[in-house]
């Protein structure tokens, strides 16, 4: 607080990052949305609260919405939260088959990005692929092994682990990456559920044709 009593505006957005956190556990993402609306005014740390507010209207089922606080967060951030946000933003482009918007978020990640530049490289190859370009089966090998074998092919690596082996016919390895990330996925809190319900949904759909060519093969 400041000499008049009154709650400085950092301390003001960490008490209504609590409600909003507490708002999306619930599914209650509308209100959600409104707190992170609260925090973007309050000019602190505002990529973090335009991450938040997109995070809420995933949950609503906006992407577009979604796209444009991602967008604003990855123009307000400091240099080394961007690579983040655009890898962020290129991600729910690229779930929404919007792959060439996709590619030049990506590209962008892949620029700023330092440690989880793997993982950014490897998204980016996943989103040149269902755009239609033709890659190098070599270049495809090398990325998935370079992630594979970097800190953030865990987590949310698995599920492009997973793509990238499944692109491959690695179908046992593709099982293996999407089953864990589904797993750990949905087994934690709610807020990470709804962030990643793109990505989750697509990892079931790719392990429901990987047991239909199984039996197709049996």
Avoid at 29 to 51: C, K, N, T, Y
Avoid at 203 to 214: C, S
Wanted: charged share 25%; glycine share 10%; aromatic share 6%.
């Amino acid at each position: 607080m400041d000499r008049g009593g009154r709650i400085s505006r950092t301390t003001r957005a960490m008490l209504l990052r609590q409600l909003y956190l507490s708002h999306m556990e619930a599914r209650r993402f509308e209100e959600a949305l409104g707190v992170a609306q609260q925090i973007v005014s309050l000019d602190v740390m505002p990529d973090v609260a335009r991450q938040d507010a997109a995070r809420a209207c995933l949950g609503l089922g906006d992407q577009d919405g979604a796209v444009a606080h991602l967008r604003l967060a990855s123009r307000v951030s400091p240099p080394s939260r961007r690579a983040f946000h655009l890898w962020t933003l290129g991600s729910v482009l690229y779930l929404a088959g919007r792959y060439r918007d996709a590619i030049g978020a990506l590209s962008r990640a892949c620029r700023w990005g330092t440690t989880d530049r793997p993982l950014y490289q490897a998204q980016l190859a996943l989103s040149r692929l269902a755009g239609g370009e033709a890659l190098d089966p070599a270049e495809v090998r090398g990325l998935r092994e370079r992630l594979a074998d970097a800190p953030c092919g865990q987590g949310y690596g698995q599920f492009v682990l997973g793509e990238l082996a499944f692109h491959e016919g690695d179908f046992e390895a593709a099982r293996q990456y999407l089953q864990g990330f589904v797993r750990r996925s949905t087994g934690g809190r709610v807020a990470l559920a709804v962030a990643l319900n793109g990505e989750i949904a697509r990892a079931r759909r790719l392990l429901g044709r990987i047991r239909r060519k199984k039996k197709k093969n049996e």
